[in-house]
């Protein structure tokens, strides 16, 4: 459940002098995302709910990363949040809205009205807070956001409906976001992961991680195997890149060809 083996950084910095935020990295996907941003020369904020998963990511990669201990979901964790990074590293340069949460797999009428709660908490007000946070300051100078949505909100699967619903809120709000924010200089762009070996993996499934219950799972993804952490911080690295100056609004499926 690792991936970030993969993760090569290239000599010269795609990112250096740039200010990254990556939201959720104390594992999973955006652990991947702020080690490679990391090694691309960024100084990157861990944020994460998790205190102790933050600081264990943050230990290994140098002076130039730290670890917010953060609710996404509260507006008082975000506010002192941003406001921390700024005063350590200046206004950011580029935020990844990543952290996420599903309820299990399982028919929609079981999910609880908290559980669905916290998924749109977790998944879609946490991109609202955070973008009042941070947009006023950034259009000054122009930046980034990239949300993490999912393949989940183009080609859903059953069991997940709350989930999906959320995650179609993520797709379609980077999209409005992007039209609305592109006078300002802000790019929204937006990663649509199929099912990745994280934490998560468990609950997407609903059922126990057996080599038969996930061969169901990959036989629905053409290339056979499912995303890594490695494989989502490539994409990342090259929206929240220069390279990337002419896009906005992109839902980027990184998905080994399932929302074909
Ligand atoms: N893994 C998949 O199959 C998959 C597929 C598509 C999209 N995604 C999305 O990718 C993103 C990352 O998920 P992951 O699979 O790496 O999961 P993960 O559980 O491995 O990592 C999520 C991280 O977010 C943190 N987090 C949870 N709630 C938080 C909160 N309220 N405030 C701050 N941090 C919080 C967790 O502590 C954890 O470190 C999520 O948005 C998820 O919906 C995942």
Redesign the pocket.
């Known amino acids: 459940m690792d991936g970030h083996g993969e993760i090569r950084a290239t000599a010269t910095g795609r990112l250096a002098g740039k200010t990254a935020i990556v939201?959720?990295?104390?594992?999973?996907?955006?652990?991947g995302i702020a080690r490679l941003f990391a090694a691309e020369g960024a100084r990157v904020a861990i944020?994460?709910?998790?205190q102790d998963?933050a600081e264990r990511v943050a230990a290994d990669l140098g002076d130039e990363v730290i670890a917010i201990a953060?609710?996404?979901?509260s507006r008082a964790d975000v506010e002192r949040a941003i406001g921390e990074v700024s005063k350590r590293f200046g206004t950011p340069d580029i935020v990844i809205n990543?952290?996420?949460?599903?309820h299990r797999n399982q028919p929609m009428l079981d999910v609880d009205e908290e559980t669905f709660d916290r998924v749109y908490?977790?998944?879609v007000k946490?991109i609202y807070l955070i973008a009042q946070a941070v947009v006023p300051m950034m259009q000054s100078k122009g930046g980034t956001i990239i949300n993490?949505?999912?393949?989940?909100g183009i080609r859903p699967r059953p069991g997940l409906t709350w989930?999906n619903g959320s995650?179609g809120a993520v797709n379609i709000l980077s999209q409005s976001m992007a039209v609305e924010l592109a006078p300002t200089g802000i790019r929204v762009n937006c990663i649509?992961?199929?099912?990745?070996?994280?934490?998560?993996?468990d609950s997407?499934m609903g059922v126990p991680d057996t080599p038969e219950n996930r061969a169901r799972f990959l036989a629905t993804i053409p290339m056979g195997r499912?995303?890594r952490?490695s494989d989502?911080a490539h994409a990342a690295l090259y929206l929240a890149s220069d390279e990337a100056a002419f896009l906005t609004g992109v839902l980027l499926p990184v998905d080994g060809g399932r929302s074909v």
């Open positions: 939201t959720g990295a104390g594992g999973g996907f955006g652990e944020l994460d709910i998790r998963a953060a609710d996404v979901g990543n952290a996420g949460w599903t908490r977790i998944n946490s993490i949505g999912s393949v989940a989930y995650k649509c992961p199929v099912l990745g070996e994280t934490g998560l993996l997407f499912l995303s952490p989502i």
